[in-house]
């Protein structure tokens, strides 16, 4: 059984009168990717944001690499080595590639080496290196995105739905891309709604439900389950084309 680097016990967030999070239990074992899964609405985004200190916790607790941090702020949080790429990307359209990547970068000074194997994950980080991000694709924004939370090494990604309005081709440079990540010690926690993606890449799964996780086990069993799929997503994998 591998480490637990992240683990949420009993967690409910409320935004504004909404109860969001309705006591969730969730697992995320050091080295290892693990995809959650769900419905839209289940409340995966709100699971990722909660644990990067963007919304509170009303009850319950959260742990990483042993330490309570519930209670911290979101940049104490990304200081312990956790960095959160949002569905939106947030990167800085006026700014170029290059200085969207010194911004992310600790001092402002980034690690020859490391920007060496970014460029080789991501080429096309360092064929538009001098334009705006702006003018760049949904699919080299997202790598940009994910390429700024890489850029120093970190302990855990939160990683929200990268493969969203992407084009198959893209895709499948993504999945290269994160099977290169994989290989690093670092933790990655993915929300996504291609299936095929999640299959090709998960460890292990958690399913969303109404703001609880309602199956987590390995992702290969949950693919070889197509009555399991059906039961918990409403659809099986194989029918996602």
Do not use: C
Not at 35 to 53: E, H, P, Q, S, V
Not at 142 to 163: C, F, G, H, W, Y
């Amino acid at each position: 059984m591998s480490e637990i680097l992240l683990r949420l016990s009993g967690i409910h967030t409320h935004i504004g009168q909404y109860h969001i999070l309705q006591g969730v239990d969730l697992e995320v074992p050091r080295g290892q990717l693990t995809m959650l899964l769900g419905r839209n609405g289940a409340g995966k985004t709100t699971t990722l944001r909660t644990i990067m200190g963007l919304w509170r916790t009303s009850r319950g607790t959260l742990t990483f690499d042993g330490r309570e941090v519930g209670a911290l702020s979101t940049p104490d949080i990304a200081r312990l080595g956790i960095a959160y790429v949002p569905e939106n990307m947030g990167i800085f359209s006026d700014l170029t590639v290059r200085e969207n990547m010194i911004l992310a970068a600790r001092e402002g000074s980034i690690d020859e080496r490391r920007l060496d194997w970014v460029f080789r994950v991501f080429p096309a980080m360092r064929k538009f290196w001098s334009l705006p991000a702006g003018s760049l694709s949904g699919g080299q924004k997202q790598m940009l995105a994910i390429s700024r939370a890489v850029i120093e090494p970190r302990k855990l990604l939160l990683i929200d739905e990268p493969t969203k309005g992407l084009a198959p081709a893209i895709i499948m440079n993504m999945v290269a891309a994160f099977r290169e990540l994989k290989e690093t010690d670092t933790t990655i926690l993915l929300v996504e709604q291609n299936f095929h993606f999640a299959r090709a890449l998960g460890d292990r799964v958690a399913v969303m439900d109404d703001g609880r996780i309602v199956h987590a086990g390995a992702m290969a069993d949950l693919a070889a389950d197509e009555e399991l799929q059906t039961r918990l997503l409403g659809l099986s994998l194989d029918a996602h084309q």
